[in-house]
């Protein structure tokens, strides 16, 4: 079963309670993938990026819906030692190659969240791509789409495809 794991904007779409387009064009295309079997995963790094941002916006309709996500289908990815370890090797080769994608006194959430995907296809044997508004920061280090992308097509182009790659890493 193929993985989609969401990077913070579309997770931020699904618990918009707008009914403007975008966000509902978001939820449905995730209720379609759930529908056809694609494991549909929040990493806990993007969770806390996201609950963070709509608490200080005093968002409290978006917490809510935050939290109802598993009830979508949608499920939780914890943050382990493996997928840490990962991340420190990939935020040392990003800054030793010049392409660090955050200020070396921060916290990449980038490379946590690749490190995840990384992690998770080599433990689960399957394909992971990460939905994202932000694909060049992403795709240095794994599997990464712009969220509008990741359809059904995505999914069953891959299946067709021979020999792929599902450990991709730039390490």
């Not at 995963?41 to 996500?69: F, S």
């Not at 990449?108 to 044997?125: C, E, H, N």
């Amino acid at each position: 079963m193929p993985i989609l794991l969401l990077d913070s904007y579309p997770l931020s779409l699904i618990t918009n309670p707008s009914n403007q387009a975008e966000p509902i064009r978001c939820r449905s295309r995730i209720k379609q993938l759930l529908t056809h079997e694609i494991l549909v995963a929040v990493p806990a790094i993007i969770h806390y990026e996201l609950r963070r941002a709509l608490i200080c916006g005093n968002k409290t309709k978006g917490v809510e819906n935050l939290d109802r996500i598993k009830q979508m289908g949608i499920v939780h990815v914890p943050i382990t030692t493996e997928a840490l370890n990962k991340a420190a090797e990939l935020w040392a080769w990003a800054r030793k190659t010049g392409q660090q994608t955050a200020h070396s006194d921060k916290i990449d959430i980038d490379v946590i969240l690749a490190a995840q995907s990384i992690i998770l296809a080599q433990d689960m044997g399957e394909h992971t791509v990460i939905a994202t508004s932000n694909v060049s920061d992403l795709q240095r280090y794994t599997f990464a789409e712009k969220w509008e992308d990741v359809t059904l097509e995505y999914f069953s182009k891959l299946h067709s495809e021979k020999n792929l790659d599902l450990s991709k890493s730039r390490l």
